[in-house]
Nanobody
Framework: QVQLVESGGGLVQAGGSLRLSCAAS????????MAWYRQAPGKQRELVAA???????NYADSVKGRFTISRDNAKNTVYLQMNSLKPEDTAVYYC????????????WGQGTQVTVSS
């Protein structure tokens, strides 16, 4: 089992930047594909960005060109660099770890709040 702890959220003005971190413990991060999801009030949780064990990435259309996901397996940490933030990026951001094809090995962090003011 792996435990995930997100950090780096906060309040920022539109156009600003934040970097979220997701620190893993219990298992080595290199075992897992990683992703960031977000959930705004009254909306479903949505995928923001994902990175495979090999380092391939994909992004939601709404964040392409603004957000960058990366992983540092030596530090057991995944990052989400968020630039040019918009008020519609306001949400709770969650880190997910999973082993592809084995749904029983899917883990979530507790979330970190990101608020973008206009």
């Amino acid at each position: 089992q792996v435990q995930l702890v997100e950090s780096g959220g906060g309040l920022v003005q539109a156009g600003g930047s934040l970097r979220l971190s997701c620190a893993a413990s219990g298992r080595t991060l290199s075992t897992y594909a990683m992703a960031w999801y977000r959930q705004a009030p009254g909306k479903q949780r949505e995928l923001v960005a994902a990175i495979t064990r090999g380092g391939s990435t994909n992004y939601a259309d709404s964040v392409k060109g603004r957000f960058t996901i990366s992983r540092d397996n030596a530090k057991n940490t995944v990052y989400l660099q968020m630039n040019s933030l918009k008020p519609e990026d306001t949400a709770v951001y969650y880190c997910q770890a999973k082993i592809p094809g084995l749904s029983q090995y899917t883990y979530w962090g507790q979330g970190t709040q990101v608020t973008v003011s206009s």
